[in-house]
Nanobody
Framework: VQLQASGGGLAQPGGSLRLSCAAS????????IGWFRQAPGKEREGVSC????????HDADSVKGRFTFSRDKRRNTVYLQMNRLKPEDTAVYFC????????????WGQGTQVTVSS
């Protein structure tokens, strides 16, 4: 599993960023796909997950209504549109493949730093 997250950067509170995750050597079709984040001194937090069985997404309460998970099958890429960003969204974001959204991860790639600050 080779995954590469990109699109992070610095945003002001209330701003937006769009993260991308490209997969190589496999396709998303048979896996659930998720984003998680890791902030210094904090537990890893699952952000959003798209189920392989029906394509539904499951978002953490902390991002509901602000983050949107989408997928481009042709490009084998998934996206996390992050709107109304808050300072507490600051973290390194990773995309990962899962057997199912409530199962273990099969692997993840290099993360991308998101910093929300004025």
């Amino acid at each position: 599993v080779q995954l590469q997250a990109s699109g992070g950067g610095l945003a002001q509170p209330g701003g937006s960023l769009r993260l991308s995750c490209a997969a190589s050597r496999f396709t998303w079709d048979y896996y659930s796909i998720g984003w998680f984040r890791q902030a210094p001194g904090k537990e890893r937090e699952g952000v959003s997950c798209m189920s392989s069985s029906d394509g539904t997404t499951h978002d953490a309460d902390s991002v509901k209504g602000r983050f949107t998970f989408s997928r481009d099958k042709r490009r084998n890429t998934v996206y996390l549109q992050m709107n109304r960003l808050k300072p507490e969204d600051t973290a390194v974001y990773f995309c990962a493949a899962y057997v199912s959204c409530d199962g273990p991860s099969l692997g993840w790639g290099q993360g991308t730093q998101v910093t929300v600050s004025s």
